[in-house]
């Protein structure tokens, strides 16, 4: 499909500057701009792309000043970032989705399914499993007994759910995905083998969560490990049992946080994060990728890096002065040099 | 089902104070009791909480004091974290476990099954597979040819265990563990393409092993890659090839275990740990979260942090020298400056 | 079957040394040498075991000197760890490889399947996929809509691979692998939840690429995520969206690549690295386990540690005086009092 750039300004609220009749049918990477396609400048770093991207249009920030001549037909919008988003997603949902139950599939007969559903091949729905409309469960996922889902997620191929996990609507799930496992407790017996504690409890997961590909969500000892509203979780994520993750929190790559912790609401963690067991973290805590905490983090909107994680224009100072430390001890040296000459 | 705090001290060997007949019929957390539960105080962080619990049953060590009169009924144990673990094991075994060979899953004609076996739609057993009795396969589990599991474990959905591997006793392993692929061997080849080294080794793991979910045991290039008894690994461990982790050890999430390293008995590992190739461990080594070893450790009981990780006191000690770092050369400025002045 | 020193020579180019008829049928590590088998000496680590190994054969290096007597029968070849690569691939490749369609798999009716090709059972190939000849797919693999794969290839148990994938010949790719699923990009929405950006690219794995278990490579937002030629990527590593791996590069277990991040060709990283988004590696780069790289690498051929990471060599230095700073402190604390005194 074919859309000229004033028909993708009007739908953006946005403003043409230059050809209005430019014609775009899909889109690509500024760098990367091929006539015909739709590309857009958020990140300044990429700025330089601009004025030899061969695009034939480009999303920029009302506020974007051109210092040589553009060739591409420009678009500005509030927010070059959102709009791309937007049309990202408008683009996406013109794909057909999967429809159907695949006969290959296992559904145990006491399993309720909403409407316009899709149950892929292999895929195993358990005893007393109830599941919303507008479904989409993908080939060789496992979804135990007594689980319930709301409407409209994605479930993709060979998530593994638990028995008792309740997730909301709208939340997406990427393959691979282990959501109910026990979690990690083990009872010190006597210097003999560590004596299991049985994990009761469950995964709560609510509504508009992503969990990238390869992510733990351990079940709760006793009552729920919970995933809060808007939550986002990048790939190989781990979380522990009885953890609580505050509303739209998102979390890069590789980060594990330790049982029993409390999350607060919108924080961004880094990748490769790790966070001690039994610690709570104020709403809005920002953590450098690669950041250990093992302390509650009472203070909102802390900027924390670092094992043990502190401040991180602090973190930053004392890291110039490590990498340093063989002249700042040579500087020792020299100083104790002279006071035993004197 | 209903039991007495009487009944439940008798079986725990414990002391009631308050009423014996305080009646429970499920568990809660501390933090959040409801009449009619059951919860315990064993972490000091939750002591708090006993004051306002509503469980009507707290379990707790011998030795609690309280500061405040407390409305639950107490049951005094000699370690209230053990007795819970009990509790929870009998609780968890009422519960009804699959039996039966599910229809649509694949069992090579030369495979043998033991008694009292489940296997689950969509998994497939190999050639010459041998499995003991009382064992749990769930769906969409992969168990390639010649593999040996014993008897009463517990295989999760979505397991993958690749030929030759051998499982002992009594072991538990969680969804989308990945057992026997292959190691990371490859050799320089004249500045080619890296050669690939056929790892024609296998993975042992021996009783009582529990696996989280998302762990890989790599096979071994010649020999076996082993996990001893009582081996309890957390959720996204990586174990490599020809590694050797001794009798009740206990790794949590996210650890790294390099090619070829040899892990002492009853050690205990934090997450994010790295441990790297070729290299011996003692026993009893503890190692805090997010620390490196490039080196032996010979020292049992060696208690170590950092990356590469040293002692641990003398680490906390260094830190927060680090986190001063600006100041101690500020300090280092203004002698100089003295020493100049004069 | 059985080998004799001198026909494993001459296969290998090589010199004997001592009993021309001694005669192996097995490989073992030298470490655990029986009579009847075949290890290697590369590592001079191992060394002290050649002069006590049991095994009949040893293949070292030309370069090899003895200092006491030796019992087995030596082969002198140019390189030992690549001699044994060659066995060991000769020695895997007599072993049967499955084949032929298994029942109960799912192909749909458009897709394209080579010759001499095996699909094991519950393994589910979607709509216009493109399979090349001798691949061997197992079971409960995904392949989405519209994938090609080239000749040659092995895709292990439950791997996972999203529409629109394109990946070369003489692939390895091992069990739980995720690929293609969608990157991490969301926008931020006025402080609502975060609005998701769809991602439309897709995943490109070029020739002689192999993956090891439980990796994730996710689709471009737009565009693709490369995998160059001969790449080697070991268990649990995590390639971000748009992001482009050169030629030849090896990364060990554990390592996070952010988004939109560019590799250079044969570069080595140790495991559990973090690269930060949007960042450039030159060719050759070598990077520490652990490490961290937040800035562009411009040098070829650095060997860089620490997080941020620097020149090895520098921070080798400086964290022998960490180790040392409240040593270090007590001294400028003796030099302060004797200032102090005069």
Do not use: W
């Amino acid at each position: 499909m074919e859309f000229t750039a004033q028909q993708i300004a009007e739908l953006l609220n946005g403003k043409v500057e230059g050809n209005p009749n430019a014609v775009v049918s899909t889109f690509s990477k500024i760098e990367e701009g091929k006539p015909g396609s739709l590309c857009f400048l958020a990140n300044p770093k990429y700025t330089n792309y601009i004025y030899e991207t061969q695009a034939s249009v480009v999303l920029v920030n009302e506020d974007f000043e051109a210092q040589k001549p553009i060739k591409a037909t420009l678009i500005r919008v509030e927010d070059a970032y959102r709009a791309i988003a937007i049309l990202l997603d408008i683009y996406n949902k013109m794909t057909d989705k999967p429809k159907g139950i695949e006969k290959q599939s296992f559904v145990h007969k006491s399993a309720v399914l909403g409407k316009n559903i899709y149950v892929g091949a292999f895929a195993y729905i358990g005893k007393d499993v109830k599941i919303g409309n507008n479904v989409q469960i993908y080939p060789q996922v496992y979804i135990g007994n007594n689980v319930t889902i709301g409407d409209n997620c994605i479930i993709y191929p060979g998530v593994k759910i638990y028995y008792n996990t309740k997730i909301g609507n709208n939340c997406i799930i990427h393959s691979g995905t282990v959501i109910g496992a026990d979690g990690f407790g083990f009872a010190p017996n006597d210097g003999e083998a560590f004596l299991k504690i049985a994990q009761i409890g469950n995964v709560v997961i609510e509504d508009n969560v992503e969990l990238g590909a390869l992510v733990t969500v351990d079940r709760a000892t006793m009552g729920s490990t919970i995933i809060r509203e808007g939550v986002k979780l990048d790939n190989h994520n781990h979380v522990a049992h009885n953890v609580e993750i505050g509303k739209n929190t998102v979390i890069a790559a590789q980060t594990g946080i330790a049982g029993t912790s409390k999350i607060g609401q919108n924080c961004m963690f880094g990748g490769q994060v790790g966070i001690g067991p039994h610690i709570t973290i104020a709403n809005g805590t920002k953590l450098s990728s690669k950041s250990g905490l093992s302390n509650n983090v009472l203070k909102e909107d802390s900027l924390l890096m670092g094992a043990p994680a502190f401040d991180i224009r602090a973190y930053h100072r004392a890291y110039i002065h490590f990498k340093n430390l063989d002249d700042i001890v040579k500087r020792i040296d020299s100083i104790e040099n002279k006071l035993n000459e004197k």
